[in-house]
């Protein structure tokens, strides 16, 4: 089954206050404005430069199946990951969804330790 869901015509980006009832669930994901669009970010503690490009690989082919591609940072001790919806530029549900499902690809649905 699909994560994300067509993008309706007409369709907005989420209000700040809806992107946060829509994140409640979401374990150590924030919100963060750049350049007026809200994205959701959520840092991932690695060991290594090594474990960080792995887990951006792991993230990219999640991304990839799903067509919905995230900004990711790759750095020494952390993975940074990004989902907005660029077309809408803001927050859409299919964001949400995909930051769940990326917790789920690296926790296996268990909250980090």
Same mark, same amino acid.
């Given at each position: 089954?699909?994560?994300?869901?067509?993008?309706?015509?007409?369709? &907005?980006?989420?209000?700040?206050?809806?992107?946060?009832?829509?994140? &409640?669930?979401?374990?150590?994901? /924030?919100?963060?404005?750049? *350049? #007026?669009?809200?994205?959701?970010?959520k840092?991932?503690?690695?060991? #290594?430069?090594?474990?960080?490009?792995?887990?951006?690989?792991?993230?990219g082919?999640?991304?990839?199946s799903?067509?919905?591609?995230? =900004?990711?940072?790759?750095?020494?001790?952390?993975c940074?990951? #990004?989902w907005?919806?660029?077309?809408?530029?803001?927050? /859409?549900? *299919?964001d949400?969804?995909?930051?769940?499902?990326?917790? =789920?690809?690296?926790?296996?649905?268990?909250?980090?330790?």
């Open positions: 089954m699909s994560i994300c869901q067509p993008v309706e015509a007409g369709a &907005r980006a989420l209000l700040e206050a809806e992107a946060r009832t829509e994140m &409640r669930l979401l374990e150590g994901w /924030h919100l963060l404005q750049e *350049n #007026s669009v809200w994205r959701l970010v840092s991932y503690p690695t060991a #290594s430069f090594l474990q960080s490009l792995a887990l951006a690989q792991r993230i082919r999640l991304a990839q799903e067509n919905h591609h995230p =900004e990711i940072v790759v750095a020494w001790g952390r940074t990951v #990004s907005w919806t660029t077309s809408l530029n803001g927050i /859409h549900a *299919n949400v969804r995909m930051a769940a499902a990326t917790d =789920e690809l690296l926790y296996g649905g268990q909250p980090a330790a």
